[in-house]
């Protein structure tokens, strides 16, 4: 049974930090894809970073990129998203994410729409006040 658990969420002002950390179990994810979305009330769930188990090779949102920073601990099967000089309009429910890796004219590429996602964490809540 795989489980991906998230942990770090809470109450932030802004221009500050957080990390998230996912515990990942139940399967190898040696072809996966592991990553962070979001989902803000009223809105659809959006892509925010992905990190290939294998190779490490990262994607992030064009919004997050300066700001956030994806990380693994394969020893730990643990995936974790510091995100700093967070701003108001990063209020959401962030969501840890497994998916398969395509290929596509000779690059494997990180799932960035949630009809790509194989498995999901339950969220954790991130607040920013302004």
């Known amino acids: 049974q795989v489980q991906l658990v998230e942990s770090g969420g809470g109450l932030v002002q802004a221009g500050g930090s957080l990390r998230l950390s996912c515990a990942a179990s139940?399967?190898?994810?040696?072809?996966?894809?592991m990553g962070w979305f979001r989902q803000a009330p009223g809105k659809e769930r959006e892509f925010v970073a992905g990190i290939m188990w294998r190779g490490g090779s990262t994607d992030y949102a064009d919004s997050m990129k300066g700001r956030f920073t994806i990380s693994r601990d394969n020893a730990k099967n643990t995936v974790y998203l510091q995100m700093n000089s967070l701003k108001p309009e990063d209020t959401a429910v962030y969501y840890c994410?497994?998916?398969?890796?395509?290929?596509?004219?000779?690059?494997?590429?990180?799932?960035?729409?949630?009809?790509?996602?194989?498995?999901w964490g339950q969220g954790t809540q991130v607040t920013v006040s302004s």
């Open positions: 139940g399967r190898t994810f040696s072809g996966y894809s």
């Open positions: 994410a497994a998916g398969s890796l395509r290929y596509y004219r000779g690059s494997y590429l990180h799932p960035t729409s949630p009809s790509e996602i194989d498995y």
